[in-house]
C-alpha cells in the first residue's frame, strides 16, 4: 500500500505515550498529537519549543522553523505535520495559512500516493479518498473527523487499517479540511445527508462508520438516519459539544449555558470577551469556533456548539454501537460515556471501553497508544460482523 509511516498495531504497535511540552493543557495536547503522527524522535525538538514558546505566535514560529529543518534533511511527511502544526494555531485571515495547509495536503499526498476523489455535495465539494486492498474483507469502513480536522492527518491509521484488509473510505464533510477552506461548507449538525451521498456515491450498502473526536456525536447523528451504518464507533464519545466547550469553565460554564438559554447575546459576547483576554488559547478557540461554523460572534457559535447534541437522535440508531473515552480526556468529561450508552435505547447492541494511564492511551482520542484503540475497534468490527 505505501512505504510512509504507518500506525502499529497489533504485534506492530508500540506506543510512544504521552508527554509534558508545556504547563498549557490545550497546548501540551496539541504537542502529544503531533508527536502520536510524526513518532518518538519529534518529542526533543518540541520540547525544546515548548520551553522557549509563550503565546500562540511563538508556537507558530516554532513550528515553521521545525518544518524548514525537517524538509531541509528530506523527512517530508515530517514537514508536514509541522506545517499542519502552525497553521492549526493561526488565525483563518493569516495571510499564510492557504499556502500552508496546501503543503500539508500536498506533502501528504504524495507521501501516501494518493489523490482524493470529489463528490458534489450542496453546491460545493467533499474530498473522499477510497482506499481498497487488493484482496479486501468485510465490509467497508467509513471515516471522517470532527470539528476541523483534516481527513490526511489520520493517514497514518486510515492506511494501516487498510493494510489489515479492509477497505477504506474515508472524507471531510462541512466544516472540515477542504470542504469548508475551498467549498465554504459550514458545520452542520445534520451529519446525515453528507454520509448518505457519499454511500450513494460509492455505492456501499452496509459499512462501520468510525466518527473522531466531535465526530463521536456526528457519527450517531448520521445512524439515527442512516440504516447503511451496520457498525457505528465514537472515537471518542462525544454526546454534548456545548457540555464540552463549557465543562472546563466550572461554575462560570453553568452561567453561561444559562445565558444561552435565556438568549443574553450581549453579556454571552462580553463575558467571551473577558475571558479571551484572560486566556489567549481560549480566545483562538472561539475564533476558529466562529470561522468553522460560519458565525459572527461568540454567542452564534456557542448556539451552534448546542445543537452539536446526540441526546435528540440516539434513540433512533438501531446500529451496533462501540463507545471510546479516554479516563484523563480534558475535552470530553468522562460522564459523557456512560450519558451516551444510557440514551441509546434502541441499538442493537452497545459496547463500552475506557482507556487508562496505565495503557498510554488515556487522553482525547487515545492520543499516545492510538495503535491500541485501532485494536479494539478492528477485533470489534470482526466480531459483530460475524454475529449479525
Known sequence: MTTAPLIGLGRERSPIGYHVFCEDESVNYQCNRWAQWIGPESIPAMQALGRRAGDTTAWIDGFLELAGDARHTGQGVTAGYYDRAAEFFMSPSDPRAAAIRNSFRATMREAYGVGPESV?????????????????????????????SYIEEFFPLLFALAGTGRRVIAFEGPGQGAALQDGD????????????????????????????????????RAAAVEPRLARVVAFDVCDDQLDTATDRL????????????????????????????????LGWALQQGMHVTGTGSPYHFLRAAATMQTRTCSADVRADVLLLAGDEDHLIPRRMLARQAATLTSARSITTRLFTAQEHASHHCQIGNIGLAGDVILQWISQHENSN
Open 120 to 148: 458534489p455535495y450542496e453546491g460545493a465539494e467533499l474530498p473522499v479518498y477510497d482506499l481498497r486492498p487488493v484482496s479486501a474483507h468485510g465490509d467497508p469502513i467509513l471515516v471522517f473527523g470532527g470539528f476541523d
Open 185 to 220: 461548507l459550514a458545520m452542520t449538525p445534520d451529519w446525515g445527508p453528507c454520509v448518505t451521498t457519499v454511500l450513494d456515491h460509492f455505492r456501499t450498502h452496509e459499512v462501520t462508520a468510525i466518527g473522531i473526536s466531535l465526530g463521536g456525536a456526528l457519527v450517531m
Open 250 to 281: 466550572g461554575a462560570a460554564g453553568a452561567v453561561l449555558q444559562t445565558l444561552l438559554r435565556l438568549r443574553a447575546r450581549g453579556m454571552v459576547n462580553a463575558s467571551a470577551r473577558a475571558a479571551s483576554s484572560r486566556q489567549p488559547y
